[in-house]
């Protein structure tokens, strides 16, 4: 890997999988312990494929909120809230109570939402992509001027689909503002929205073209605003399926119900010096940071493995 292409890991699961509370809290706590940057979560309230699901999904930010006063340096955030799920002002003040409780730790990842079945399971909602990505700019654009304003003057904000009327702006979250990340694979919508918005840019289980393309969209549309795209942090994310050797790698590929033939092709899978070289190989287009998905959230060791055999190699 190029000695100018740090890359930082940080730890993403899935709960709607099946995992409760205290499950998220081993990860995360484990996590800060071993160094990784950050912990993530998904932002779902349905499981997806061939799975219980048990006992039933957490609340990503009721979650959140627990773990900012259960841990005390690691990064939090989700990949990626869908703005469907939760009114702006609701949202606005979720997201800055717990940046207040984390001691200003929280990124704050935000997208237009896509599993339909899971607003029909819980009565959320569910309009048309169009509309969901007008929901989207307006509350990137909402947050942006809730958090800059003023204590003490309230605001009003027009959106295409929500207006703020007479808003004080409260509470203010610690960091000014929180970083905000935007992700996905939109080819318009998407690239816009992060030169317009975010901070870091994320690119979610894709390969190394695809994910390369998506960040030269950003790069055109920070050119066409006028913007440094420099000032956009790059980050992708992949299924961690890392192993001291093949029988180490099988058994946890088989655990998550995968191949391990598959995993090296579409993630970050094999012994530590295959994963390092598959990291190097997003960090040479840019990527400066590499979410982990770590969907056996039971098998702590592979944490370890991973930030003692290649977290020191990036």
Sequence with gaps: MPSDSRVS????????????????LAVARAAEDLGYEAFFRSDHYLKMGDVSGLPGPTDAWLTLAGLARETSSIRLGTLLTSVTFRHLGPLAISLAQVDEMSGGRLDVGLGAGWYEDEHTAYGIPFPPLGERFDLLEDTLGALEQLWSAPAGETLTVRGKRIDLVDSPGLPKPVQSPPPVIVGGHGKKRTPALAARFADEFNVPFADVDTVATQYRRVDEACAERGRAPEEIIRSAALVLCCGRDEAEIARRADAIGREADELRTNGAAGTPAEVVEKIGRYAEIGARRIYLQLLDMSDLDHLDLVASEVARQL
Excluded: M
């Design 9 to 24: 890991l940080r730890v993403f699961v899935e709960p709607q999988q099946g995992a409760t509370y205290a499950d998220q």
